[in-house]
């Protein structure tokens, strides 16, 4: 399983973003997927997560009503909505995988597979 992320960039406070995680070699039905972040000199967060197949979603307080995390199956692909960003919302973004059929996790521990990051940075 391969993940790359995209769709950061820069933007004011307020502003928006889509981050989207394109996996390969990836059965959407046998992984939790889920978005982390991390701030410089602060520890790798969960942002949000998705259950295998979709069939439930679940977030950070800190993002919860601002960030919506969805896929697509036909394309292999997670996204993540960010609204109303927050200049504290800047961090390198990652998407992780666990293969698991019927659970998801919360502890970046848990997750099996990795991108390289996208940055997200807001300005206020």
């Known amino acids: 399983l391969r993940l790359a992320e995209s769709g950061g960039g820069s933007v004011q406070a307020g502003g928006s973003l889509r981050l989207s995680c394109a996996a390969s070699?990836?059965?959407?039905?046998?992984?939790?997927m889920a978005w982390f972040r991390q701030a410089p000199g602060k520890e790798r967060d969960l942002v949000a997560g998705?259950?295998?197949?979709?069939?439930?979603?679940y977030y950070a307080d800190s993002v919860k009503g601002r960030a919506t995390i969805s896929q697509d199956n036909a394309k292999n692909t997670v996204y993540l909505q960010m609204n109303g960003l927050k200049p504290e919302d800047t961090a390198m973004y990652y998407c992780a995988a666990r293969f698991d059929y019927a659970q998801c996790a919360i502890r970046e521990e848990l997750f099996n597979y990795w991108g390289q990051g996208t940055q997200v940075t807001v300005s206020s």
């Open positions: 070699g990836y059965t959407y039905s046998s992984y939790c």
């Open positions: 998705i259950y295998p197949g979709g069939r439930s979603t």
